[in-house]
Nanobody, 124 residues
Framework: QVQLAESGGGLVQPGGSLRLSCATS????????IAWFRQAPGKERERVSC????????NYLDSVRGRFIISKDDAKDTVYLQMNDLKPEDTAVYYC?????????????????WGQGTQVTVSS
């Protein structure tokens, strides 16, 4: 049974940092793609970043490139999203999603499994 559990959200001031964690279970993470999505009130869900673990392919939304970093911890089956220089427009619920099969490019994966989401609020 595929399970994803996000943590690490919270309230932070503009310019601050947060690290989101996505703990995974029920599939072989080394042959999968993992993505972080976000959805702000009144806006469509967008993919923030993704990682094809088997191919080491990474992809970022233009507005977060250079500020956010996606990474993995093989020993813990966990994927992280390090978010730096946060801006008010980064405020959203952040979701971890998984495509538990090999994809050469994570942007082309079908993300069928989702976590419950974690709220990130950037405000002074």
């Amino acid at each position: 049974q595929v399970q994803l559990a996000e943590s690490g959200g919270g309230l932070v001031q503009p310019g601050g940092s947060l690290r989101l964690s996505c703990a995974t279970s029920g599939f072989i993470i080394n042959y999968s793609a993992i993505a972080w999505f976000r959805q702000a009130p009144g806006k469509e869900r967008e993919r923030v970043s993704c990682l094809s673990i088997g191919a080491e392919d990474r992809n970022y939304l233009d507005s977060v490139r250079g500020r956010f970093i996606i990474s993995k911890d093989d020993a813990k089956d966990t994927v992280y999203l390090q978010m730096n220089d946060l801006k008010p427009e980064d405020t959203a619920v952040y979701y971890c999603a998984a495509a538990p099969e090999f994809f050469r490019y994570c942007a082309g994966a079908q993300y069928n499994y989702w976590g419950q989401g974690t709220q990130v609020t950037v405000s002074s």
